[in-house]
Each structure stands twice: as C-alpha cells, then as structure tokens.
C-alpha cells in the first residue's frame, strides 16, 4: 500500500474535508517525513541508544531529548512511550491555531508515531471531541501506509 498523495484546491490549499472546517482552512500540506506545516508538525525521533551525530560522540538519551524537545505540548506518556521503543520514528503532531494572529492559541488533536518506513506504529487522540478523531483518521493515509488501533 501506497501513502496517499496530496491534491490541491489552490496553491496553498489543499483539498481535504475532515469535517474540522478549521483544520480544513488552514492545511496547506499533509506529508510524510519532517514537516513544519500549519496543521502538521513532523520530526524523525533518534533511539535513545544512539550517540552518534556529525562525528561527535553524546551521553545516552541526548539525541533523543533534543529531537523530543521541539514536541513542546506532548504527553509525557506519550513521550515515555517513545523513549521505551529505542528504535528511529517520525514523530506527527496535527493541530490548527484559533485567534487572531497575535493571540493565536494552538489546538492540538493528536500526535502519530510511525516507523522511519512510513509504517503506523501507533496514534495518540489528544483532543476529546469526535472531530478530532475524524482529523487524524483522515490525515493518516498522507503520512502512514497502514493502519493501528487509537491509543
């Protein structure tokens, strides 16, 4: 199974109906990989063994702390559950901003987990209405190439 390819209303709009006329609004790209998007927020996510980075050697952890750390807003369960599989994923985060542009508060939805081969590992409900499911179930087939159970 093949990731989902993004089409377009306009140039900087994608065509997509998640039923969240905000989220739908705002998003500009859905995609696998590192983004740093209006809806999507995406990052690889080192393993907490590794050391290694540009010819420099770490302390155990460090790498994965710092690419954990732009996640501001992320569960520390969430986080723990990262940590505890030791292995390089893509961390997703989907959201949408509401207020005007200088109070602009972030609503987050959920956070997905996959593999560095674009397998879903795992997808974490943060927001508790219905559209938010709908959000992250409509969003995975951009980003995943199968699905798992919500967390």
């Not at 995609?31 to 740093?36: A, F, H, I, T």
């Not at 986080?79 to 961390?91: F, G, P, Q, S």
């Not at 879903?120 to 190439?145: C, K, M, N």
Request: with cysteine; hydrophobic share 35%.
């Amino acid at each position: 199974m093949s990731l989902q390819r993004p089409t377009y209303r306009t140039p900087n709009r994608l065509e997509i109906d998640t039923g969240h006329r905000a989220f739908d609004r705002q998003c500009e790209y859905l995609g696998p990989g590192n983004v740093w998007g209006n809806v999507q927020f995406s990052n690889f996510v080192r393993p907490i063994s590794e050391t290694e980075c540009n010819g420099f050697t770490f302390k155990t952890g460090e790498l994965c702390e710092s690419d954990l750390k732009c996640f501001q807003d992320m569960p520390a369960a969430i986080c723990t559950w990262i940590r505890a599989l030791n292995r390089k994923v893509i961390v997703y985060e989907f959201r949408h901003f509401v207020g005007p542009s200088w109070q602009r508060h972030k609503h987050v939805h959920g956070y997905v987990v996959t593999d560095a081969d674009h397998r879903l590992l795992r997808r974490f409900q943060i927001g508790r209405a219905s559209r938010s499911a709908q959000v992250l179930a409509t969003v995975l087939p951009y980003i995943a190439e199968s699905d798992a159970p919500a967390a």
